[in-house]
């Protein structure tokens, strides 16, 4: 079982429309979680820190479930601008930080 | 406040050569990683550097790969008689010590022919 999986997509959906993204952890000692933007060929970005509590940005509703072991991201009244591959990122804390990459869900919307 | 800096960009070498892969962190960052993006895979740690120390480098492959944050100057990741299947875009990413959110800089993407 990979450490940290996502549905790879192509997620296609209309402008406007709202979209939701999910990624499963399998490793409980996992410390803290964020979702990362990444656009063809350039660096990941941090879009958002994940807390237990849940954390809104705007437009992005990010959630954590330890019991369940995984995270989501809502994104609502999607742009054309969104359109790019999201990246589940755990922190794993065993002596150091270390980040584990999901290989991402590829979202388009589309006019 | 410049972010993350990599160079070069993009890099070309011949089978056997060596690839030199340099990253300078953000201004105040003290801690360096690496990671590798193969083509349409997900990015895969590599190694963790503070200055002048190897923290963790559970990523790396045994042979041919080494880095180093040296007390002065950039952090380089050094790739020994490449091959083909070295090949992939090379992300350095920095952090504040005790701070788990990571900085990333543009890549460079190593084509070996």
């Known amino acids: 079982r990979k450490e940290v999986e996502q549905d790879p997509g192509p997620f296609n959906v209309p402008e406007g429309a709202t979209v939701a993204f999910n990624c499963t952890y399998s490793?409980?000692?996992?410390?803290?979680f964020f979702w990362y933007r990444q656009d063809c060929r350039k660096e990941p970005k941090l879009l958002m820190s994940v807390y237990s509590s849940g954390n809104e940005d705007g437009r992005f509703t990010a959630q954590l479930n330890r019991a369940s072991q995984y995270i989501s991201l809502l994104i609502r009244d999607s742009k054309l601008s969104d359109s790019a591959t999201y990246l589940c990122?755990?922190?794993?804390?065993?002596?150091?930080?270390?980040?584990?990459f999901g290989t991402g869900t590829r979202l388009k919307v589309l006019a | 406040n410049a972010g993350v800096m990599q160079n070069p960009r993009h890099l070309v070498r011949r089978r056997g050569q060596e690839a030199r892969l340099r990253c300078s962190p953000m201004k105040g960052h003290s801690h360096v990683y690496w990671y590798r993006q193969l083509p349409e895979e997900g990015l895969k740690f590599m190694v963790y550097?503070?200055?002048?120390?190897?923290?963790?480098e559970s990523g790396m492959p045994k042979e041919r790969f080494s880095a180093e944050f040296p007390k002065e100057g950039p952090s380089i990741l050094r790739i020994q008689q490449v091959v083909r299947g070295d090949s992939a875009a090379y992300f350095c990413?920095?952090?504040?010590?005790?701070?788990?959110?990571?900085?990333f800089g543009p890549g460079t993407r190593l084509t070996v022919l």
């Open positions: 990413a920095s952090s504040l010590p005790l701070q788990d959110e990571q900085f």
């Open positions: 490793n409980s000692a996992s410390q803290s």
């Open positions: 550097l503070q200055k002048e120390n190897i923290i963790d």
């Open positions: 990122v755990v922190n794993l804390l065993s002596g150091t930080y270390k980040y584990i």
